[in-house]
């Protein structure tokens, strides 16, 4: 009875069904493959990705450390009869001329508790501004939030919009942000 399908096919259309057949087996194979492919190639993206935003924290995180270090060290053996204020001027000098980057990433920027911007090497133009209630496009409270993370025993991190400085587009970003408690 099977064989009553092909009783009046010609060889030549029996040859062209198997064709159809076989292009469709491959069609079906080759996007499974691809797919396949392309889930490998997603699930790598994605692995790489938060490898590099983890090596990334880790980087803010000791350059953060580091700074906090030298002001608590400064702070540590200054000169008590000198003025605060000058010492804080020295210290935000040295700060801003270690560290930041042609690219303008990978500086450390400085606020008082109250939002005032101490020290921005990239946006100079903010120095003494009080950016406290600064808000990105997500409607997250950037300043607030940095400020009050860095009063946590750890610091914490704060992700958020911001423009960069370099291209003037809003992109992502990821501070860490610690205290250095005697200064607020």
Same mark, same amino acid.
Do not use: H, M, V
């Given at each position: 009875m099977s064989l009553n399908i092909f009783k009046h096919k010609t060889i030549a259309g029996i040859h062209i069904a198997a064709m159809l057949m076989m292009f469709v087996v491959i069609i079906v194979f080759t996007s499974i493959v691809?797919?396949?492919?392309?889930?490998n190639f997603d699930n790598e993206a994605k692995s790489m990705q938060t490898s590099f935003i983890q090596k990334q924290k880790d980087s803010i995180v000791f350059d953060t450390t580091r700074v906090l270090g030298f002001i608590n060290n400064a702070y540590k053996h200054r000169n008590v009869q000198q003025d605060e204020h000058i010492l804080k001027k020295q210290i935000l000098h040295a700060i801003e001329q270690l560290y +930041?980057?042609? %690219?303008? $990433? +990978?500086?450390?920027f400085i606020y008082d508790f109250n939002g005032i911007v101490l020290s921005d090497p990239v946006q100079k133009q903010n120095v003494g501004k009080n950016l406290y209630d600064t808000r990105d496009t997500n409607g997250v409270m950037v300043i607030k %939030?940095?400020?009050?993370?860095?009063?946590?025993?750890?610091?914490?991190?704060v992700k958020y919009q911001?423009?960069?400085? $370099?291209?003037? $587009?809003?992109?992502?970003?990821i501070s860490y942000a610690k205290s250095f408690e005697p200064w607020g």
């Open positions: 691809a797919y396949k492919e392309y889930q +930041g980057r042609q %690219d303008g $990433t +990978g500086y450390i %939030d940095l400020i009050n993370i860095s009063q946590k025993k750890e610091g914490g991190f911001w423009l960069k400085p $370099t291209t003037g $587009t809003l992109s992502p970003k």
